[in-house]
Structures are given as structure tokens and as C-alpha cells.
């Protein structure tokens, strides 16, 4: 069957240290992956998006990996901040006119100060 | 970034009315717009596929005639939810997406809670 997964369902990190989260699929081959912060009670909104044929994504503190091999991506916060607190979606874009998008569970990190 | 509204942002109802839910992006145009619920502490389904002009595309599981769905316009979708009963509380969150763009931008989501 077809599955994403987050590994953690909570993350607890002191600030100043790096975040990594972390999503594998089975069953899948997405055209995009795509990493989103959701605070509570909000919408999903957009950080980074990578492409199947690209390794690794970059946007300020932000770093996204992309092993189609291995059907992960990784998600790193550099230096994060209890601003940074939230939870983390990932999200494959499997292709195709409609641009579905199927998501993970989420990752809820929590900075502490 | 593009901006994707919703309203209401909140909603109360009884058990039995009807509710509708809009779904704008403010500053693009979005053929396809899509509506998920998310429950508690899971992730966001997806219930159905609305594009402008057409009927919209329903997950398997989703009744198309209690959640109606209508993309009248490029910046427009809304979601009816008929006969509201408690087990359809939840969150309601719309996106676009740009045609320029691979990215579905989201909006905020409606609380709708069926008493």
C-alpha cells in the first residue's frame, strides 16, 4: 500500500541546535516533495519545494534533502528559535494534471529556550 | 507569497442546518482549488478536486451530495456542507493552486462545529 511518514510525532529541541525531521514514502514516485509549517488552528503554509531530480534545497536556515533511492527527505533547521515551534508537513506531489498532494502526519517541534 | 482567504473563519451550527464555506485567492488565479478536513493531531485529507467551471472531483469515501462543491470563478470555490451533524465537525482548509507554479498555496481553515 501507499504510505508517507514522519518518523516523529514530536520533536523537542533546545534553541541554537538543529532540527532535523525526517519523511519516507513507500509506493510512491513523486514528482515534488514539499515541506509545510502549520501553527494551530491554521493553514498549512508553504516553506520549500523539491524536485525529483534535484538533491538538496536551501532557503535561509532551511535545508531540504531528497533521496528518491532511498524515498526520504530530510528537514533541517539551523540555529532554530522557539519561534520555529510548530508543526512541520511533508507533502509528495505525485504528479499529474490535478497536482494532488498527499501529506504526512506532521512533525510537532518544540524549541525550548 | 499568494494569498488564499477563508470565510468563515469559525462557525457554530445545529445539527441538521447547512453551512457554506468560501474559498478566494486574492491575488491570482487559480484554475484548480482543492478542500481537505483535518481532524485532530492527523494529517489533511483530501476530499475533493474543484476545478473552475466543472464539477469537481471527489475522493473515494467523500458523498458529493452532502459536501457541494462550486469553483464559479477563477478566484472562487465554496463547500456546502448539507445537513450538518456532529460528526462532520472538523477543520476546513481550502488551497490553490497557481497554474503559473507547482506550489498550492492554503488558506487560513474554518472551525465548523456541528452541535
Known amino acids: 500500500s501507499q504510505k508517507i511518514e514522519q518518523n516523529s510525532e514530536a520533536l523537542n529541541i533546545q534553541e541554537g541546535k538543529t532540527a532535523t525531521l525526517t519523511c519516507n514514502y513507500t509506493?510512491?514516485?513523486?514528482?515534488?516533495l514539499q515541506w509545510y509549517r502549520q501553527d494551530p488552528g491554521r493553514g498549512p503554509v508553504f516553506l520549500l519545494l523539491?524536485?525529483?531530480?534535484?538533491k538538496e534545497k536551501r532557503k535561509e536556515r532551511l535545508k531540504v534533502t531528497f533521496d528518491t533511492t532511498l524515498k526520504q527527505s530530510l528537514f533541517h533547521i539551523t540555529a532554530s528559535q522557539p519561534a520555529d515551534s510548530a508543526t512541520y508537513l511533508c507533502?509528495?506531489?505525485?504528479?499529474?494534471?490535478?497536482?494532488?498532494?498527499?501529506f504526512g502526519k506532521g512533525t510537532k517541534l518544540s524549541v525550548k529556550p | 507569497g499568494a494569498v488564499v482567504s477563508q470565510h468563515p473563519s469559525r462557525v457554530i451550527c445545529k445539527s441538521g442546518t447547512s453551512v457554506k464555506i468560501e474559498c478566494r485567492s486574492l491575488?491570482?488565479?487559480?484554475?484548480?482549488m482543492f478542500w481537505y478536513r483535518q481532524f485532530p493531531k492527523q494529517s489533511l485529507m483530501l476530499m475533493a478536486t474543484?476545478?473552475?467551471?466543472?464539477?469537481?472531483?471527489?475522493e473515494q469515501g467523500v458523498e458529493k451530495d452532502k459536501f457541494l462543491i462550486n469553483h464559479a470563478s477563477l478566484t472562487l470555490s465554496t463547500l456546502t456542507v448539507t445537513s450538518a451533524h456532529p460528526e462532520d465537525s472538523s477543520f476546513y482548509i481550502c488551497?490553490?493552486?497557481?497554474?503559473?507554479?507547482?506550489?498550492?498555496?492554503f488558506g487560513p481553515g474554518t472551525r465548523l462545529l456541528v452541535l
Open positions: 509506493n510512491y514516485s513523486p514528482a515534488y
Open positions: 491575488d491570482f488565479q487559480a484554475t484548480t
Open positions: 507533502a509528495l506531489d505525485i504528479g499529474g494534471s490535478q497536482g494532488n498532494l498527499i
Open positions: 474543484s476545478n473552475e467551471g466543472s464539477k469537481a472531483t471527489y
Open positions: 523539491i524536485r525529483e531530480n534535484e
Open positions: 488551497s490553490a493552486r497557481d497554474h503559473l507554479a507547482a506550489t498550492q498555496y
